[in-house]
């Protein structure tokens, strides 16, 4: 199995991109919420990646966040969701409001996803509910530089309750960047 490709990104032609590592290029698909951020051609990158094999191809897939391969590995999981669905869903929609959604049981949200009809989004909901992170009312940067969630996240992990984590991030200014915001948030959650 493949699970992480370092090299330097040769061709990006969405979804595709092609990673030279040690002189062999590999085709890897991504979703838009991977494909955006990734640098310049000619520049190092490093994607983790999931393997598909098929017995007419090896298919590789790659995300640019550990959390966007579970959620892809958890989408293939349901049984009618194939990859190029599970990359249609994170192209259309960031692993928070995917696991918003589902928590929310909105299934009208996923039927925006081109490729999800009503059927299978009311089939994600049912099989995905608690399999992916929980998230909980935080307020989101307007412009997206300091997502809520991926504070509240770092806090948790850094062993701060969810109740805590909501308060700091409401105090942390939306115009920050994501580092920024998490210490922001750490200078709150330190005052007595």
Same mark, same amino acid.
């Given at each position: 199995?493949?699970?992480?490709?370092?090299?330097?990104?040769?061709?990006?032609?969405?979804?595709?991109?092609?990673?030279?590592?040690?002189?062999?290029?590999?085709?890897?698909?991504?979703?838009?919420?991977?494909?955006?951020?990734?640098?310049?051609? !000619?520049?190092? +990158?490093?994607? %983790?990646?999931?393997? #598909?094999?098929?017995? =007419? $191809?090896?298919? *590789?897939?790659?995300?640019?966040?550990?959390?966007?391969?579970?959620?892809?590995?958890?989408?293939?999981?349901?049984?009618?969701?194939?990859?190029?669905?599970?990359?249609?869903?994170?192209? !259309?929609?960031? +692993?928070?409001? %995917?696991?918003?959604? #589902?928590?929310?049981? =909105? $299934?009208?949200? *996923?039927?925006?996803?081109?490729?999800?009809?009503?059927?299978?989004?009311?089939?994600?909901?049912?099989?995905?509910?608690?399999?992916?992170?929980?998230?909980?009312?935080?307020?989101?940067?307007?412009?997206?530089?300091?997502?809520?969630?991926?504070? #509240?996240?770092?806090?948790? $992990?850094?062993?701060?309750?969810?109740?805590?984590?909501?308060?700091?991030?409401?105090?942390?200014?939306?115009?920050?960047?994501?580092?920024?915001?998490?210490?922001?948030?750490?200078?709150?959650?330190?005052?007595?």
């Amino acid at each position: 199995m493949i699970g992480r490709i370092q090299g330097v990104l040769v061709e990006k032609n969405f979804p595709l991109v092609i990673v030279s590592c040690n002189g062999v290029g590999y085709e890897i698909d991504v979703p838009m919420s991977t494909f955006y951020p990734l640098p310049r051609i !000619g520049e190092e +990158v490093t994607l %983790l990646t999931h393997l #598909v094999v098929r017995e =007419d $191809a090896h298919l *590789l897939y790659g995300f640019i966040s550990a959390a966007e391969r579970a959620a892809f590995r958890q989408l293939l999981r349901i049984s009618g969701v194939g990859p190029k669905v599970a990359l249609s869903v994170l192209s !259309g929609l960031s +692993v928070d409001d %995917l696991a918003e959604a #589902v928590a929310s049981s =909105d $299934a009208a949200r *996923l039927q925006k996803v081109p490729g999800i009809g009503k059927k299978t989004a009311e089939r994600l909901v049912l099989e995905l509910r608690d399999k992916l992170p929980k998230t909980i009312g935080v307020v989101r940067a307007a412009d997206g530089a300091a997502a809520g969630g991926d504070v #509240v996240n770092a806090l948790l $992990a850094l062993g701060y309750n969810e109740r805590e984590a909501a308060a700091a991030v409401k105090q942390v200014p939306s115009q920050l960047q994501l580092p920024d915001a998490i210490r922001h948030a750490l200078k709150h959650l330190a005052k007595p």
